[in-house]
Structure formats: C-alpha cells, structure tokens
C-alpha cells in the first residue's frame, strides 16, 4: 500500500425524501483494494456517484492526487483517471460489445472510426483479461454475466489511477469471480487505487486489503480486512452477528409428494431434454457456470418463452403451459435474474409493484382497492425490512437490493405452491440475505417447492436440499446436499456428456 | 443496533405539484387563453361563441380521451382522425340511403370504432408493427373505406329539427331562445369515468404497466396482449364516439377529410402530461391539453390574427405551455 | 381562338405514327381518356365524374379519373397529371389545383401531340397550343352574382354608419377560389363606390394585396372583411365565420364554396343572427346549404354546373379525336338560386345533395 | 473428462438475414411492385414515367434520409413537410423579389433548414420537450412563416429555360429528346455518403447510442446534448435540400402546403427498418422503404384505382410489406 490518492471527507446528499449520505469519509491509497460495505441502500452507490460527477455533492470536499476536485460529469472524472463500473448495467444494446467499449473515445481515421482497429483492441484486452467474449457480437445478445465482463474490461481500459467496482461480482459465476479477482490483483499491482463493492463476505476477506462501512447514510468506520474477522465487519454493517453455515442434510421428508415433474424438456437454444422432480417443502437448487441454461429452463417452465417439447406434470397432473398467465394460474411464481428489465416496474410505486401478480385479490368490485393494496404493500416492506420511505416511492428510487425485496413481496403476495428463484439475493446485504434465506426456509418448512437458480456455490450448499447441475443446456449431475462438495458439484459443471 | 428505518425529510411539495403538476399548469395556460380572448374580443364573451367552441371541442376531447390509452401503453393511435370520418361517413349513409333510425346508425358508428381499435391492436400487440406505423397504415385505410362504402359523397347526418335528429339533443338543448350546452355535462361524466379507469380499474392499471415495462408486466402472469389490445379498442370505441360528436356539429361529414385531428388529439394528451414513452398520463391532464389547443384554434381568429399568423402563435404557446413544467421541474431538481 | 384542330388525335399526324399502338383510337371511335380531378374529396367532383358518366354512355368513349386528396395536394396533382400524359390516352381533360405547377407536364402533353382540355379551373400561362379547349364556369363572374345580390339585399341599411361585410374563403391558393372571392369583392366594391359610399377591404393579406385602390379602413363606411381559415376545414371556416358574424356592425357574409358556406350555417347554430340581423349568401350545393336557402337562412347561392362542365369536357375531347373544331373557352354558366327559383328545372339538377 | 470450453453452434442465417433482413425484403417489395406496375400498365413502363416519378421521390427520399437521425435517437421529426415548403417558399422569394442568385437562395433553404433543426434540437436535447410535440410546434411555426414572409402567394423558383434555372439540371439533364436523370446519381451518392456517416462517424456511432441508452452514453462521457441536437440538424440540412429539389419539379411553390410530406418520409424510414424507439436504422433501408411509398403513390394510378382505393392499398402493402419480416423474425424465433 502506498501514499493517499483519493480523500472524500464529510461528504453529504440528500433527495427528496431521503437523506442518502450524512458526512461520510472514505480514503483510498495507491496499490490497495478498499472494501466499501453496507447494507442495501446504505449509501455506497451513491457515494461513488458523487465521487465520480454523477450526483452534486450538497457539501464535502473530494481531494484527489493532493488537490481539491469537484467533477461535474463523468467524462471529467475519467479524464482525470477515475472510472467507475456501474452497478446497474449500462450498455448500448444496438451496439457491438467492442463499440461499447470504446465509446466516447474511438479510435479514427481520419474521419471514419475504425472498427478494426477497435475490434483488435478489444480481443487484445480480452485476451489478457482471459474473457471469451467476440468483441463483434451486439452487445444485448449477451448473457447478463458477460455484460458485465465487458463493463469491467471497459473500465480497466481507461488509463485510470482509481478504478470503482459497485458490485461487479452480483452477475458473475464463480469461475467467471476467479478472472475478475486475477484482473483486481494485477491492477493492485500496478498502483492503482481500487474500490469495491460488494455484499459477498467471502470475498471481502479474499481480495480487499481494508473495509470501509457504512450505515443509514452515515459512516461507520474503516477497518484493515486482514487484522479483522467477518464478523466484526457484519457486526460494524448491521450491529449483530450473522451466522452463515452449509447445510449438512435436506429437511424434506423421504416421502414427500412431488409437486413439480418435468419430462425431457426442450426449449430455446439453449435447454436440451432436461428432466427434473420438484418435492413439497423442498429448496432444489440449480448449479451450473454461466450459460448452463438454467434461467432458459425457468423461463420455458414459466411459459416466458416457448416449449419445443416435453411435458410438465403439477400434482402428478400434466399441464400446459403457454405463457406466464398459465403458469401463475398453475400456481408457479418466478423470480427473475434481471430485474430490471424482467422483475419490476420502475417507474411505479412499491405499492403497484407488489400487488402486479395479484391484482384480483386487492379488488373491490372492479376497483382497485388502494388501501388493501398499500397495506400488503407496507406488511411485506416490514417483513422484508425493505428501505423505503412509503410504499408510495418509486421503485426506481430504490438501492438495487431493496428492489429485489420488492420483487419478492410481489411472489410472496400471490402465495405460490412452486417458487422458482433465479439468483434470489443477487445484490443483497448479508442482514438482507440472511431474511431472504430465513424466509425461504420458512417457505419450505410451509410445504411451498422452491427452484432455486445460484450461481454462488456457499448459497447452493447453504440453502439447498437436493442440487442439480446443469451444463451447455443439458442435466448433467442430480446430488443430495448430503453428498455435496464444492468439488463435485464444480466436477459436473464441467462435465462432458454424450 | 439495527435501524431499519430511513431518515426522511418531509419533501415540501410546491402547491402546482400538489395539484397534479404540469396538469395544473396547463390548466392555469387555458384558463389564462380564455381570458385574454374574452378580453381582447367582445365577439368571444358571448354564450353563443363559448357554446359554438365547446360544440366543437367535443370530438377532440373524446379522441383525445381515447388516444390517451395507446400514448400510455407507448403507442400511438393515427388513425383516429380519418377513421371518425369514416365512421360519421358510415352513419350517416345508414340513415340517408338505408333509413337506418339514428340510434342504430350511432352503435354502428361506435362498432365500427371498436374494429378498427381491434385491428390496431391486433398489429401492434399480436404482430408487433411499430404502432406510428400500423396506425398510419390504418389511418389511410380507413379514410380509403369511408369515402368508398359513401361513394364520394359529402353525407350530412339529420339537420335539427328534422325526424331523426333528436341526437343532437344530446350534446346541445335549446329551449328556444337559451342554449343549454349538455354536452360539456357528458364530457364531465367521461372524464371522471376514465379517469377512475386509468387509476382504480385493472385495465387502467395494466395500461400503465404495459408503458412501463411491457415484459416484467407479462412475467407477473397479466394478459399483457389482451390489455393492450384493449387500449387500441378503448381508443376505437371513443373515436367512434367522437364520430357522433363531430356530425352533430358540421353540416356535411366529407370524405377524404379528417387527417390532422388526430395531432390535435395526441397533441392535447401530450401537453397535458402524457408521456409518449409511456407508463405517464392521466385523462383529466389531457382534458385540459385539450383545451388548450380548441381554445387557441378558436379564439386566434377573433384577437384579428389571420391563417399564417394563427398558426404561428400556436405552435409558440403549446412549446410555451410545455416549458413552464419542465424549466420548474429542472430549477426544482437543482434546488 | 380556335386550336390544333390538325393536330387532333384522330387527325391524320398521329394515327400514322403511332398506328400501332393505338390503333383503337384510330377508328375514330372508341377513344380513352385521362382524367385528373382536383380530388373526390367534395361531392362537386363527383357531379362532375357523373357529367362524364353520361357523355361516356352517349359516346361510347373509356376514361380513367384520377385526382389527389385533397385540393391542395398539388404536387400529388401534377404526379397524377404526369402519369396520365405518360399513359399516352387519346386526351386528357384536365382540372389543375394550382394553374402554375401543370405548365410543365402540358409542355411535355404538347410535346406528345396529347390534346389537353381544362375544365372547371384554367391554365392561363399554359404552353401554346397545348390546352385545345377551357371548360370552365367564369369564376370572377360567378363571385360577382353574389356580389350583386348582396349588394341589392344590404342597399337600405348603408349610409347610417360604419357596416360590415364578411367574405369567407377557404383558402388563398386554388384559382377558383381566388377569382371568386375577388369577384365578389370587386363587384361589391364597385357597386358601393358607384353609390358614394367608401370600401375597405381587410383581413387575409392575399386577398387584400390583390384590391386596387384600397381605402384605409378609418375612412370607410364599408368594411370588407375576408377571412380566410389556416386549415381547410369545416370547424376553422366556422370560427372564422363566427368571429365576423359576432361583431355589431356585420350586416352580410358570403361563403364563397360549400365548406365556407356551411362554416356560415355551422356558425349560425348557436347565434341565429342570419335572415334578419346579417344577410349571408352560399357558393356551391349540398343538403345543408339547400336546407339553408329553403328556410330562408340564407338569402341564397350562387350554383355552378359542374355536371355540364364534366359532359362538356368529354364531348369536347371526343370533338378534338374526331377532328372536329372547338372554341377555346367554353364558360358554362354559374346561376344565383334562392328558395324561389331553386326547384326550377334549370338549376334544380345543378343541386348536388 | 471436464471440458471448459463452451460449444458454439455456429448459427445458420438466412439468405435475407445475411443480406439485411427487412431492409432487404423491403427491397424485394419495391421490386416487386415496380414489375406488377410496370406488367400491368403499358404507360408505366416508359422511361418518360420512370424519369417523373424519380422527379417526384427526390424530395421525399432526402427528408426520409434526413429523418433517420432523429428516429435513430428515439425522436421524430414532424416539421419536415411544412419545414421543407416553408425553405422553398423563402428561397424563391429571394429569387424573384429580391433578385437573389439561385445559388445564394439555395444556401439559404438549407441554412433554414439548419436553423429549424438547431430550434428542434435544442427544444428535444435541452430542453426536454417530447420530440413529438416539439417538432409538430415547429411544423405549425414554419408552416405560418412561410406564408407570412412571402404574403400568401404562391412563389414559382425560376422555369425550365430562364437565366438562372442552371439548378435545375442538378436533377435532369435534357439533351434534346433524351433526359438523363442525374438527381438519381446523387441520391446514390447521398446514401452512400450518409450511410458512412451512421455506420462509420462518431456522429453516426453517437446517434445510434443515444437512441440506445442516452443516459449510458452520457456517463460514457459523450456530449450528448451536441450529438443529439446535431441529428435534429441534419434532418434540417435534409429537409433544406429537399425544399431545392421540390422546387425544381413543382413550378410554383404553395404556402400552406407540406404537411403530409413528413408521414410520407417517416412512413419510408419505418418500413426500411428504423425502429422509432431508437437505436436501429439504416440510410439503404430507408431508401428502399421511401421507394415503396412513392410507387405506390406513383404507380396505383396507373393500373386504374381511384384515389380512395389507393389509399386502401397503400395501406394493405405497407401493413404487408412489414409483416413480412415480423413474421420470418418470429418464425426463427421458434425454430
Ligand atoms: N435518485 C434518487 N432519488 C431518490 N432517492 C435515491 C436516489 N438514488 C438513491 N436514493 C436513495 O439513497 C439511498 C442510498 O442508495 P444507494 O443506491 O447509494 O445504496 P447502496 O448502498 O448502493 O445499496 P445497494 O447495496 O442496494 O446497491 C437509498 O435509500 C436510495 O433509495
Ligand atoms: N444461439 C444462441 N444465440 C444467442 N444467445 C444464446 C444462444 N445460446 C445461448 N445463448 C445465451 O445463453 C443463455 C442461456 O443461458 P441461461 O441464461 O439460461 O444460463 P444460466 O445458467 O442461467 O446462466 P446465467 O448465470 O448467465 O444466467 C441465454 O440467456 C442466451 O442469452
Ligand atoms: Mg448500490
Ligand atoms: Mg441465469
């Protein structure tokens, strides 16, 4: 670790409604990796959205190499070498995955931009990168993961003295992790100030070098990640101690009915006479690397897309399911990996968004009734421990996690006998995370059948009862979490069939 | 210790956003327009004008109403304008050629509305047609149908006090020598009415998620083809009732006219706060955009502004209109 | 002046050269015809396709009718036009929307040895020797009838202070329209003058930049307003309508073609002041402006046959195919009709529904 | 044997897919209807006819290529019509009552046309006016300046033949009995130049981001607002050349006019595959979709429909030809 590069001292914003940060400090050295934690909506993103020119500070000073800074955009901040990897994605889906990287500073010749020259550039970074991306594909025909690959290689492709992470990890697979961490390192390496976000501990104690936390807005303190435990730092996050231990053996009992029987499914490009059983009161998790098909198969069980073949059985009786509206009707409620585009409503109020599954039960003749449906609304805010300040703010308004919660309130409303969880607590805090497992657990013990797609290997064997393994679309490996390993799960991941 | 409770700031609302916002200032902008006609010109302070202007904002309240939902769901509806004709067209072929009774010929009127909306729908929800496209496709389509079924004729509905007319009560009674403008009380009554589908009725909500975000509304289990296509048919059934509205007012209903009221229409609804990307609207907003616009097409003429300068004028207070809210909205974001 | 009666199409020239192609036309009888309309959009155009109707039963000649959407479509128009000189027919009976933007595509008609006749609305720069023959009501004269008798109807309440009289025009481009207008202002004004009393005339810029010898509107006892809507449109002509006929000193109005005039009913509606308080005079049929006339809201209109003016189009193109002599200008007449005279058997066809 | 590469299968395209999919069958349509028309009428297949209607698609296929720029950002452009009439009336103003040179009166339409874009730009990109509204307040503005600046008359640009109607030949040339048309040659030249620019320009690169995601574009440090303004600009530079080439056909210029013009273009560009929620688009596919139009425009005359019928068709065909390409999309879909 070398001398300060970056001091954010007494930084303070506020929106309407919301008192986001209340003099919050931050210190970055040269060749360190600065853990930024906290819960949902404790204010990091917004921190590094002030820091980089996004939002205005109300007050606060920002030094940067010894001088006092204040970036009005974000091309201001890059300039002057600090780039930031957003938390939410964004990309420019009509363009290629090289166009995006280069955007706002392309390579030319004379007048014309030269696409080669980019195209070259971009395998070059990936190359070292170790990414397996072609930089000629359009950027939204990209599984989600590898977007935000491409984010990360974008960023590092600047020439930048502090590089911000907000997340980068919460799309990614284990495997894909591993590059990322390999990536940070070298940029340690290289003096670079690195800050990074996340709400995975174990990664916390693996790459980071100090940890700052935040809470409500306001700043905790900053620890040294090798002198401190886990769970001090959840402890300095939440102000209790989490426990987060692999399940040893399923819950389900040996004779419970099958809800959910799926017969040599077919579907997509992707899924590929995939056949499953789904148990009452089970959490049947679905592993796999990125691209396995898993969220295809969800997607095809749900009638989100088409069924080329196969067959599906409810309570021992075979449906069929043509679309979303079918499946709810059958009783299965889906959860969807990408949220914003697929799970919520932006735009509308958590009230809206909570009861979209379930209109018909917040009806009075044929009126909406808005006080039934503002009070689930607030129940499940109070389950969940959503942080919002009323039922009526736009969820666009909303940290990432908390978005989440409100996708979730929405299937919890609609009382679901199959639940299926594509990445559940994909950006959520641990205190949040653990509520979610709790409530899964809960959900279970119930007798509801939970699906749950992860790609976080500690959440398969935390949560599940019973895993399957799925790779390039097809089954390959069904396991009791009794007999689960990291290593034999990883083993199937990867395994050739046929 | 845990503190899940968010620190929050009572927001001080201005009072033009406690009002409904750029709904209120639009509002205000009529209200304003009408007074300064009123006292610019001694033509315009009479009943008789006020009730001549409201006879003739009538059909563009309703189309505006009704296109209000495509806008929501992110559409477009262009085929309103040649497609009221037509179906005015229609009516009053069925009552002047077939001695169809009034009453009959007007449920056609509205019928017909409702297919062509159907057809709309059917393009844009099932076949997924760019709306601008499908419904300007419609639009010349229907004008095309209009003057065909009359065979060109300019066709004029029953004038009062003819058998058949007692439709025109409906908008207008007039005993004798004061003129009661009932048709403003309808307009009333529809507006509340819509405005309690839009925000109290699944179909309003729904319209609402599909602008939003057409996929994760689907992905909650909703119909998303059936209320979409519903919004185009909402939008047919009051072009159709827009129809009924314009022949009673216009002497003869021509064929090959119409292109253009539908821009009113839509120019109404978005001045009043709907949001062509959608997920963004509300009916009372674009009574009052509405408004807008019938008082300056109606009241330039009177303050002596001739063709060329009329148009002018308005094109420069619907931007001004529209500003208001957005510069305000901006200082308050700075704030 | 009488025109290319040589270069006829059933004339010797043409039958040669192109015996080939055509060589229905050169039996002299069945001819094919072009027609390009100002548009179907009014019922005027169809009495006129009924016109020609007739003329193709009587003579036993094809023609084709075409015409934009609306009449101010004028580059559809002149596409339209161009289209038919291209489909080489034996003649082209031709109403133009706008009398500069067909000279082109009659230079190219003459060029084709295509004989052109222009009905309802002429040509008057056109190429020499490309229009054979105008069949056209005199619009100017037909605009002064209602002149007149406005004038006749108003004569008494002039003199007592400054008077008011309304002109509504439906637009400020067609030629028709135009001449119609002026000829209706130019014959008031010259009857007011003759009588000592003062005209100005206000309102739409074209209008009043084509009146000589305008006076101030301070000076005059007469003011005439023309108004002119930015739309062609039956509620903007209403408006328009309705302001004139909302001011005190308004004691006439003339609508000068069926939406101007039914802009004049539509206004009335609700005001009721024409019959008694302001005298208003139509141009042009249709069921509303009939109504209007018979129940005395209007003093009355001025019609012109648009049914003659299609026969007579054909029958003069048939004429020129056949080698036959024709007069350049063939005016058909316009006729003022009131609740009097309108069940006549000369003007009662005339009076399209 | 663990096995960590992914197999990719190479995916088989189609043969209209590798050619540019809707673009392409748009094409295939214009073809198509070019044979029908040219099968079915004898006066359709002479060079005379090819030559008038290349005359009368000049004008619509500028403002359609000009157009593509602000639809590629999500936005539109409804001034273009009354835009494009409004320069022309100007310019020959300028020619015949103040005895400008040709040259100079044509500098200014596309300097007009400049201007109106820069208005539209920064009422879209500054001021954040829906460009629906924005633009169709301009079009009305334009509309009205055009006839107020010449006083209502008709302003004919100078004859075939006059001293300074050397701008004509810019379109056809005439030795004699044989007409070249080289107005198409710099349409050919145009979209070639223009689709560099898209494909091949910041300019281009930066519209297409912006109709993509304008706020990822902004936090990629983009000067959004120039980009986004400069596509509403050179949809004004378009429609200012269009305002020349329309002069050089229409002999007089009429103020009043235009508007139906801009749905004509937009139409094109839609069907060429410009997606009007941004993001897509090409200059060729709008070619190929304003060709489409101005056939059917041109050519349903010719094989003996009345103009109601026309419309009824060019409705049909349009419908059809982008439901083409809808359906083969969808039928690979599930494949
Ligand atoms: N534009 C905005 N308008 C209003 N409130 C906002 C806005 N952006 C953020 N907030 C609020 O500010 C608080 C901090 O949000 P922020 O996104 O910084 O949280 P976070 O720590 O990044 O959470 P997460 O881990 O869930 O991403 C939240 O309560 C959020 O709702
Ligand atoms: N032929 C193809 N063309 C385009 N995309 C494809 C093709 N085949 C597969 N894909 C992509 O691969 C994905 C299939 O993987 P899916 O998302 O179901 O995997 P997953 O196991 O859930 O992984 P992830 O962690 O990425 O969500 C699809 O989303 C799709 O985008
Ligand atoms: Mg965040
Ligand atoms: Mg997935």
Redesign the interface.
């Known amino acids: 670790m070398g001398e300060v590069i970056l001091t954010m001292k007494e930084i303070d914003k506020s929106f309407p409604g919301v008192h986001a940060l209340d003099h919050v400090n931050l210190e970055v050295k040269k060749g360190e990796v600065h853990a930024l934690m906290g819960e949902n909506g404790a204010g990091k993103s917004t921190l590094m959205k002030v820091l980089t020119g996004i939002y205005t500070k109300d007050s606060g000073t920002i030094t940067f190499e010894g001088k006092e800074v204040e970036f009005h955009n974000s091309r201001e901040a890059q300039d002057a070498g600090i780039v930031i990897v957003h938390q939410e994605l964004n990309m420019l889906g009509h363009l290629t995955v090289a166009q995006n990287i280069f955007i706002g500073r392309e390579f030319k010749k004379g007048m014309r931009i030269d696409d080669k020259k980019m195209n070259e550039e971009a395998k070059k970074l990936f190359d070292r990168l170790n990414i397996d991306i072609d930089p000629k594909e359009t950027m939204s025909k990209l599984t989600v993961g590898k977007q935000q690959m491409c984010e990360i290689a974008k960023a590092i492709s600047h020439d930048a003295k502090v590089i911000i992470f907000d997340e980068p990890s919460a799309a990614l697979t284990e495997t894909e992790i591993e590059e990322l961490f390999k990536i940070i390192r070298d940029l340690r390496s290289k003096d670079l100030g690195i800050v990074y976000i996340s709400h995975r501990m174990d990664e916390i104690k693996v790459i980071t070098d100090r940890v700052t936390v935040m809470r409500d807005g306001t700043y905790v303190g900053t620890l040294i990640t090798e002198d401190s435990t886990k769970d001090d730092i959840i402890n300095m996050m939440v102000g209790r101690v989490i426990y987060e231990d692999p399940k040893t053996e399923s819950m389900v009992p040996k004779d419970a009915p099958v809800v959910l029987k799926v017969e040599h499914l077919k579907a997509g490009h992707m899924v590929n006479d995939v056949s499953f059983e789904l148990h009452k009161g089970e959490i049947l998790g679905f592993s796999g690397l990125m691209g396995a098909g898993r969220t295809e198969t969800a997607r095809a069980i749900f009638g989100a897309d088409p069924i080329e073949s196969g067959d599906i059985y409810i309570n021992g009786k075979k449906v069929v399911i043509k679309n979303p509206q079918d499946a709810v009707a059958n009783g299965i409620g889906y959860l969807s990996e990408d949220r914003k585009r697929f799970g919520i409503v932006v735009d509308k109020t958590v009230a809206e968004n909570t009861t979209m599954a379930n209109l018909d039960n917040y009806m009075s003749g044929i009126f909406i009734d808005k006080k039934k449906e503002r009070d689930v609304a607030q129940k499940y805010v109070d389950d969940l421990a959503t942080k919002t300040p009323s039922v009526d703010q736009l969820v666009v308004n909303l940290s990432g996690g908390n978005q989440q919660k409100v996708v979730i309130a929405k299937w919890l409303t609609r009382d679901c006998d199959i639940l299926i969880f594509d990445e559940p607590t994909r950006g959520i805090d641990v205190g949040a995370k653990s509520e979610i497992y709790k409530l899964m657990n809960q959900l279970a013990a119930d007798g509801k059948a939970i699906i749950m797609i992860s790609s976080e290997m500690t959440e398969i064997l935390r949560m599940s009862d019973r895993v399957v393994v799925m790779c390039e679309g097809k089954k390959t490996g069904e396991i009791g979490i009794a007999e689960a390993t990291q290593e034999n799960i990883m083993n199937m991941a990867t395994r050739e069939i046929g | 210790m845990a503190n899940n409770t968010v620190k929050t700031t009572v927001r001080k609302e201005s009072f033009i956003n406690r009002m409904g916002g750029q709904k209120f200032i639009v509002l205000l902008v009529a209200i304003a327009l009408f007074l300064v006609f009123c006292a610019a010109?001694?033509?315009?302070r009479?009943t008789?004008?006020f009730?001549?202007i409201l006879?003739?904002s009538y059909y563009i309240i309703l189309m505006g109403i009704g296109v209000t939902f495509p806008l929501i769901t992110a559409g477009v509806d262009l085929s309103i304008g040649t497609g009221m004709v037509c179906y005015a067209l229609v009516g009053g072929w069925l009552i002047r050629f077939h001695e169809w009774p009034t009453g009959a010929a007007m449920i056609v009127c509205i019928l017909f509305g409702m297919v062509i909306g159907l057809l709309n729908g059917f393009l844009v929800a099932i076949m997924e047609l760019p709306p601008f496209l499908a419904t300007l496709c419609t639009s010349m389509i229907t004008?095309g149908i209009g003057?065909v079924i009359v065979?060109?004729?300019?066709i004029?509905w029953p004038?009062?006090g003819a058998d058949n007319a007692w439709y025109r009560n409906l908008f207008?009674l007039s005993n004798g020598s004061t003129?009661i403008p009932i048709g403003l009380l309808w307009m009333i009554l529809i507006v509340i009415i819509m405005s309690f589908v839009l925000n109290h009725t699944k179909v309003g909500r729904y319209t609402i998620a599909i602008g939003s975000n057409k996929e994760a509304t689907r992905l909650s289990g909703v119909n998303v083809r059936f209320y979409h296509i519903l919004a185009y048919v909402i939008c047919g059934f009051f072009a159709g009732l827009a129809a009924v509205s314009y022949a009673a007012?216009?002497?003869?209903v021509?064929?090959?006219?119409g292109a253009?009221f539908e821009l009113e229409a839509i120019g109404g609804a978005i001045i009043g706060g709907v949001s062509m990307s959608g997920g963004i609207g509300s009916v009372t907003g674009t009574l009052a955009g509405v408004f807008v616009i019938v008082l300056l097409?109606?009241g330039l003429?009177?303050i002596g502004l001739?063709?060329?300068w009329?148009?002018i004028i308005t094109g420069l207070v619907l931007i001004g209109a529209v500003l208001i809210d957005i510069i305000k909205t901006k200082r308050e974001q700075i704030k | 002046m009488v025109a290319g009666l040589l270069a006829g199409c059933g004339g010797s020239s043409k039958s040669t050269e192109k015996a080939g192609s055509t060589a229905a036309s050169s039996d002299g009888g069945s001819y094919h015809f072009e027609v390009v309309v100002k548009?179907?959009?009014?019922?005027y155009?169809?009495a006129a396709?009924q016109g020609m109707e007739q003329a193709k039963e009587e003579l036993g000649i094809t023609y084709?009718?075409?015409?934009?959407?609306?009449e101010?479509?004028?580059?559809?128009q002149?596409?339209?036009l161009?289209?038919?000189?291209?489909?080489?027919p034996d003649g082209i009976a031709l109403a133009a929307c706008?009398?500069?933007?067909?000279?082109?595509s009659l230079q190219?008609a003459l060029d084709k040895k295509i004989p052109v006749v222009c009905f309802d609305a002429t040509v008057p720069d056109a190429p020499e020797g490309s229009v054979y023959s105008n069949v056209v009501t005199d619009n100017g004269a037909a605009g002064a009838i209602a002149g007149d008798k406005l004038y006749e109807a108003v004569k008494d309440k002039l003199g007592k202070g400054k008077v008011r009289v309304g002109e509504i025009n439906q637009?400020?481009?067609s030629a028709n329209i135009t001449e119609r207008g002026m000829g209706f202002i130019n014959k008031f004004k010259e009857l007011a003058e003759a009588d000592g009393h003062k005209v100005a005339v206000i309102?739409?810029?074209?209008y009043v930049?084509k009146v000589e010898k305008n006076a101030a509107e301070a000076d005059a006892d007469i003011v005439l307003e023309v108004?002119?809507?930015?739309?062609t449109?039956?509620?903007?002509c209403?408006?328009?309508a309705?302001?004139i006929m909302?001011?005190?000193d308004t004691i006439a109005i003339f609508g000068s073609n069926?939406?101007a005039a039914?802009g004049v009913?539509?206004?009335n509606?609700?005001?009721?002041v024409l019959g008694d308080k302001i005298v208003a005079a139509g141009f042009d049929a249709?069921?509303?402006?009939k109504?209007a006339v018979k129940d005395g809201t209007l003093l009355g209109s001025v019609t012109q046959s648009p049914l003659m003016m299609g026969k007579g189009a054909i029958e003069t193109l048939t004429k020129i195919c056949n080698g036959e002599k024709v007069e350049m200008e063939q005016p058909t007449d316009a006729a003022w009709y009131d609740a009097d005279n309108m069940e006549d058997k000369e003007i009662a066809p005339n009076l399209?529904?």
């Open positions: 010109s001694p033509g315009y009479k008789t004008t009730i001549t006879d003739y004008r003057s065979g060109g004729f300019g004029p004038t009062a207008k003129i007012v216009v002497p003869t021509q064929p090959g006219t253009g097409k109606t003429p009177f001739t063709a060329n009329q148009q | 548009s179907f959009q009014s019922t155009w169809q396709i084709n009718p075409t015409g934009p959407n609306a101010s479509d004028i580059a559809d002149v596409n339209m161009n289209s038919a000189i291209n489909a080489e706008d009398a500069s933007a067909v000279l082109d190219t637009d400020a481009t309102g739409n810029d074209f930049g108004a002119v809507p930015s739309q449109t039956v509620d903007l209403t408006t328009e309705l302001n909302n001011k005190d069926q939406v039914e009913i539509a206004a509606a609700n005001l009721n249709g069921t509303a402006q109504a399209y529904d």
